[in-house]
Nanobody, 121 residues
Framework: QVQFVESGGGLVQPGGSLRLSCAAS????????MSWYRQAPGKERELVAG????????KYADSVKDRFTISRDNAKNTVYLQMNSLKPEDTAVYYC??????????????WGQGTQVTVSS
């Protein structure tokens, strides 16, 4: 079955950096576009960044452009999110999922446990 295991979150001061990882299984990772999402308390889950399967084309929410970088390692079935210049408004639980590489619509209803990112002084 499809599985996503997110890791790498933590508490960081404003301006700091974190690198998130998501190990995926249960589908053909190398053929699948992948995305990172986040959900802050009381808010809807939102797409943060996406990366296509082959061309490595990327997509970012305006709020994280030029600060976050998504990447992938198909040999490890893992997608990463490098987060720099973190702000308190980046505080959320971060999740990954496979997506349609054209529409960026999520493919699976299953969500992993997520990883908590807290940006605070």
């Amino acid at each position: 079955q499809v599985q996503f295991v997110e890791s790498g979150g933590g508490l960081v001061q404003p301006g700091g950096s974190l690198r998130l990882s998501c190990a995926a299984s249960g589908f053909t990772f190398s053929n699948s576009a992948m995305s990172w999402y986040r959900q802050a308390p009381g808010k809807e889950r939102e797409l943060v960044a996406g990366i296509s399967a082959i061309s490595r084309r990327t997509k970012y929410a305006d709020s994280v452009k030029d600060r976050f970088t998504i990447s992938r390692d198909n040999a490890k079935n893992t997608v990463y999110l490098q987060m720099n210049s973190l702000k308190p408004e980046d505080t959320a639980v971060y999740y990954c999922n496979a997506v349609n590489g054209i529409s960026w619509i999520r493919l699976y209803d299953y969500w992993g446990q997520g990883t908590q990112v807290t940006v605070s002084s």
